[in-house]
């Protein structure tokens, strides 16, 4: 078995390089009922952070707290737009737009009660950040800490400046 | 899968995706927290690993989860998890503009909030119910959609699956959209799960055929927001302990409702349900096993979910199951969220605000009683049995600085041990915790937590702490420790303490720690599963490309 999976992890590997990376095609509501097909983010011309977060995950919301400092400048330079993929269960997703509103936060935020988005990206532990530019995922990172928000908008700079 | 694989260097209109996440646990005796002699038979090093890999050409996505819990799960998992075999495979065409979806294989999904039907995964729960068959959605304007689906449920590895088949239906429709309406929002649905257990020799001449409905409704306007949702179980038999109770017959049902207001810096929601004899499971002996088998629906217990240590040592389990021998049928309360910011420059709110949430829940018992004639159990509707779980919590974040913020916390808990876990007291706790992080030099963080429990019971009082320190953004370290030295039985007097480390670059991460485990609930999503007490090395490693 384990060679198996050594020899799959290779392969795999060989191939990630030389392929595309795009979004998955997946529906998903805002929390305002409005449906939203992800695909579609590959049309946007500005840059698109696809941020994977839940009102129980702490170093989410201070990710999404440091970045709400700053979201009003990085869209003045780059038209950025950032999209806050909630993964909250049925138990807590009720809690998502008290939290959000009382944040005061300018996010588009998604609703993603059933993991579909979560599992076609195979993320395991929020939260976790995607940069896309022009349909294409340019960056991916796993975790919070803190500095990791300058390291995101860098990203974006770059890809924007191109 | 292996040609999939090499079609992807020629073709470019292809991409695959690949996830891999590995769970492993090397236990150790130590001076307190021994193996039990069953467990060290099988072996001490544990593993749990999860490869998935999809490929995408087109419409077109093949994929496929192959698990390994070689050479055995992590203790406390399904014993039907085991060596390697595929988990899910599937095979989908998902044409977006003629709105087309469908997937044959393996599948996930829920309707409305899962209190009727839920098919997903939790790895850490080790709950995987997928469906084996067919599932089609099609997309109707941008106002409705129609979901129709059927198969076989998983209950053990990929093609371990239950002995019945299920039926499901999900008509949604978003009455704004389709009568243009500008300011205010109404959707709602209707689902139907049908179910129909493979005959035998110990179900002959019942019934097996059963069916469940459930419609749900939500609405909007400005910032106030109202829903409710209502699911009808058939009748069916009542199983309890895994057994068949053939002469006991009863129906289940269930009340969702959902309410909130926001403007700007504030807002407030309120839940309420009142469950009876709500879990499904695709086998009437599956309701209620410890390894969360089989369940069809999700019942997760509406309380909040807390960050800190203590403050999940009690903690409430929804009641929606029949136990038949003590006459309980389900649950009825609610809970309540209210958010508020003290805006900046304000006297409480300082130069960078601060940040006040207050929540409570209240769940308790359905008045039932035996009616001996129609041998059924009968539940009031409104009104409210023995309690069973209490909890008021008023938490403050505050940002000192730029660079330094806090929370603080109190936490107030009732809880009815012997009617949710069939221990004997009930407990009263109270917990206070804090916590503070300070952050310097570009990309170093280090943060301190301290909490302290009160109990009047059971295990009586706990004290607790966690150090962690981010050298940079690759690396993390931490301690932290929970003690119980309030207990009356000075054995059972134990640090649990916890040491470790984790590396992140990109998309993977890679974590090792030593220490010990308390026991009791690991609760996700507000689904739980015991873990027994646990001594050793951890490593877990996560990975996406």
Request: aromatic share 14%; glycine share 8%.
């Amino acid at each position: 078995m384990n060679v198996f999976l050594t020899l799959l992890l290779f392969i795999s590997s060989f191939v990630a390089n030389a392929q595309r990376n795009e979004l998955p095609s997946v529906v998903l509501k805002d929390i305002d009922g409005k449906a939203l097909n992800i695909k579609d983010l590959s049309k946007e011309e500005k840059p698109i952070i696809i941020n994977f977060w839940a009102t129980w995950c702490g170093p989410c919301l201070k990710e999404l707290s440091a970045i709400n400092d700053v979201y009003d400048e990085w869209q003045k330079e780059t038209g950025v737009k950032l999209i806050a993929v909630s993964i909250d269960d049925a138990k807590s997703v009720k809690r998502v737009k008290p939290l959000v509103n009382g944040k005061g936060w300018d996010y588009q935020v998604l609703l993603d009660s059933n993991h579909e988005l979560k599992r076609a990206m195979n993320v395991v532990n929020p939260p976790f950040t995607v940069v896309v530019y022009k349909g294409e995922i340019i960056y991916k990172h796993t975790g919070y800490t803190q500095g990791v928000e300058k390291e995101l908008y860098k990203k974006v700079k770059a890809a924007v400046s191109k | 899968m292996a040609v999939g694989i090499f079609l992807c260097f020629t073709n470019a209109y292809s991409q695959i995706r690949v996830g891999l996440e590995n769970n492993s646990q090397l236990y150790a005796d130590d001076k307190k927290i021994k193996l039990d002699p069953v467990e060290v038979e099988k072996g001490r090093f544990r593993s749990n690993s999860y490869l998935k890999v999809d490929y995408d050409y087109k419409n077109w996505s093949f994929g496929t989860q192959l698990e390994s819990y070689a050479p055995n799960p992590i203790l406390n998992y399904n014993p039907e998890f085991s060596s390697f075999d595929i988990g899910t495979i599937y095979a989908r065409y998902n044409n977006y503009q003629k709105g087309l979806d469908i997937t044959a294989g393996h599948f996930y999904d829920q309707f409305g909030s899962g209190l009727l039907f839920r098919a997903w995964e939790d790895r850490q729960l080790g709950v995987n119910n997928a469906v084996f068959g067919l599932n089609a959605k099609y997309t109707i304007g941008t106002w409705g959609k129609a979901t129709v689906l059927g198969g076989k449920q998983r209950t053990g590895m990929g093609f371990d699956l239950s002995k019945s088949v299920l039926f499901g239906a999900d008509f949604s429709v978003s009455i704004d959209e389709l009568l243009d309406w500008e300011s205010h929002t109404l959707n709602t649905g209707f689902s139907y799960l049908g179910r129909k257990i493979d005959d035998n020799k110990d179900n002959e001449g019942l019934n097996n055929f059963n069916s469940n409905y459930a419609v749900r409704a939500d609405y909007a306007v400005g910032g106030f927001y109202l829903g409710a949702e209502y699911v009808n179980k058939g009748e069916d038999y009542v199983s309890q302990s895994g057994f068949l109770i053939p002469y006991a017959q009863q129906k289940g049902n269930a009340l969702l409702i959902n309410s909130g207001y926001f403007e700007e810096g504030m807002s407030i929601d309120i839940n309420l349900r009142r469950i009876e004899n709500i879990q499904n499971a695709s086998e009437r002996e599956f309701v209620g096993n410890e390894y969360l088998t089989g369940v069809l629906n999700y019942v997760p217990a509406l309380t909040k979910q807390y960050d800190h240590s203590l403050q999940n040592i009690y903690v409430y389990q929804a009641q929606g199951s029949i136990n038949w021998l003590e006459e309980r049928s389900g649950e009825i309360g609610g809970q309540f969220d209210f958010y508020y910011e003290f805006p900046k420059e304000s006297t409480l709110g300082g130069t960078y605000g601060t940040n006040l949430a207050v929540n409570g829940s209240y769940w308790a018992a359905l008045k039932t009683e035996m009616n001996y004639d129609t041998e059924q159990l009968e539940s009031k509707y409104l009104n409210f049995g023995e309690k069973y779980y209490r909890d008021f919590g008023i938490e403050v974040r505050k940002k000192w600085s730029k660079n330094w913020s806090s929370i603080f916390m109190y936490l107030d808990q009732y809880y009815n041990m012997a009617a949710i876990e069939g221990k004997f007291e009930d407990v009263n706790a109270q917990i206070l915790s804090a916590e503070t992080t300070y952050q310097f030099l570009e990309n170093k963080s280090v943060r301190l937590e301290a909490q302290h429990l009160w109990a009047d019971r059971d295990k009586k009082n706990w004290v607790g702490g966690t150090l962690e320190f981010a050298y940079n953004t690759n690396w993390t370290l931490f301690a932290s420790d929970m003690y119980n030295y309030g207990n009356d039985d000075k054995e059972k007097r134990i640090h649990y303490y916890n040491a470790g480390a984790s590396f992140t670059k990109g998309t993977t991460r890679v974590s090792a720690s030593y220490g010990r485990q308390r026991g009791g609930l690991l609760c996700v999503g507000g689904v739980c599963r015991y873990v027994p007490e646990s001594a050793g090395f951890s490593l877990s490693l996560t990975t996406n490309f």
